[in-house]
């Protein structure tokens, strides 16, 4: 059998023969590669849907990074789910925003695969607030127009999760960043 695997000592990835189980020799210089299997961990999940949290799992190497901010697909007993990480628990109970896979117990994610999205409709004096499902990748974009019950609106500004604020024309943001949409009306 053949792979492509990075070689130290041509400091590039060559192909390589394996010899023996988890034994590969580089065909350009003879330096062997021992491969050692990736453990594979499955960590606790706590996973917020809008107004509901369910407990699901995550299954990732032990050597594996996570950091807040990070996607992860989140297995329930019948379905799996996006999650965007918010937190991370370590072994020894405190909550941080980046770990090594084997030094964490539980995984605090947020749902990103459909998100609602609220937003902010103006229409002369009065103002409405509205939430409405989207796909976390729909894209919204300042000067857009936007249909809600019937009645066009026209995008101003688009308050992000991270506090950012969107204003100038062009500018967009997918559902999953956003906090809040303020729209007004267009006849």
């Not at 192909?15 to 021992?34: A, P």
């Not at 809600?148 to 101003?156: D, L, N, S, T």
Request: net charge positive.
């Amino acid at each position: 059998m053949k792979a492509e695997l990075y070689c130290d000592n041509c400091k590039d990835f060559t192909e390589h023969v394996n010899i023996k189980d988890r034994v590969f020799r580089c065909s350009l210089c003879g330096t062997h590669v021992h491969l050692m299997p990736r453990k594979e961990l499955k960590i606790r999940a706590i996973f917020s849907e809008e107004d509901r949290t369910r407990i699901g799992s995550i299954k990732v190497f032990e050597d594996e990074e996570l950091f807040k901010g990070n996607e992860l697909v989140v297995d329930f007993e019948n379905e799996s789910r996006v999650g965007r990480i918010t937190a991370i628990q370590l072994r020894d109970g405190r909550i941080v925003e980046f770990a090594r896979a084997k030094d964490s117990v539980a995984v605090w994610l947020k749902e990103v695969g459909e998100v609602y999205v609220k937003f902010s409709l103006h229409k002369k004096a009065v103002t409405s607030s509205y939430k409405i499902l989207f796909d976390g990748e729909t894209e919204f974009k300042i000067n857009e127009e936007i249909e809600i019950e019937g009645k066009r609106y026209v995008i101003k500004r688009i308050k992000l999760i991270d506090g950012r604020l969107l204003k100038k024309e062009g500018e967009k943001a997918i559902a999953k960043d956003i906090k809040r949409i303020y729209a007004t009306y267009s006849p």
